[in-house]
């Protein structure tokens, strides 16, 4: 092999230090910095400043999965934040919709659902919550009427089927009147947040 000369090498080496050269390249520079002292010194430089380089991206990795597992922690604290707002907010409302002014309490559950979307951009778990925490405490209302019931008169297996499923289509009631909340709070936010 005739010597090549030294600028072509050096231009080769840091693909030969990346491992992206050709076995050919690889050859002829191995075989020349056999002989050029020069070109053997600037592969060293080269692979030690290589070296380092891994090892700051390595430092940068690491610092990757700290930021994974802080962005983990905040999606884990806004989730449960939105439960308990649910929650909380769905117990209020069904405890301000029961009762005398049972009307007047509906206008409080899209309040709830807009609310609940705007805070955390969650279309389902207002009209959820209030399904659920409303089916309890219906039941929960059918459960003591039945077994006052039951002394007097006596009670069947079908008085709580009935019941349970008039307690489903009720609470289905509550929650359609949050969704329209949440789709208060869609149309809110897209005619006035949206820039």
Not at 35 to 62: A, I
Not at 127 to 134: G, T
Not at 136 to 157: A, K
Not at 162 to 180: K, V
Request: aromatic residues 12%.
């Amino acid at each position: 092999m005739n010597m090549i000369d030294c600028k072509v090498i050096r231009d080769l080496m840091t693909l030969y230090v990346d491992g992206l050269s050709s076995e050919e390249s690889n050859e002829i520079i191995e075989h020349h910095i056999k002989k050029c002292s020069k070109c053997n010194d600037y592969l060293n430089s080269l692979s030690d400043e290589c070296f380092l380089e891994k090892n700051v991206v390595d430092k940068y990795e690491v610092d990757d999965k700290v930021e994974q597992k802080i962005v983990q922690d905040i999606k884990r604290s806004n989730v449960s934040k939105l439960l308990i707002y649910s929650i909380v907010g769905g117990v209020l409302a069904t405890l301000l919709t029961s009762g005398s002014l049972i009307f007047n309490g509906f206008l409080l559950l899209p309040l709830f659902g807009a609310v609940i979307y705007l805070k955390f951009k969650n279309k389902l778990i207002a009209p959820l919550s209030i399904y659920v925490i409303q089916f309890l405490n219906l039941s929960i209302d059918m459960f003591i009427d039945l077994s006052i019931q039951s002394e007097n008169i006596g009670v069947t297996l079908w008085d709580y089927v009935s019941y349970t499923c008039g307690n489903a289509i009720f609470a289905l009631f509550f929650m359609g009147f949050t969704f329209i909340g949440v789709v208060i709070g869609i149309l809110i936010e897209k005619i006035f947040l949206d820039k």
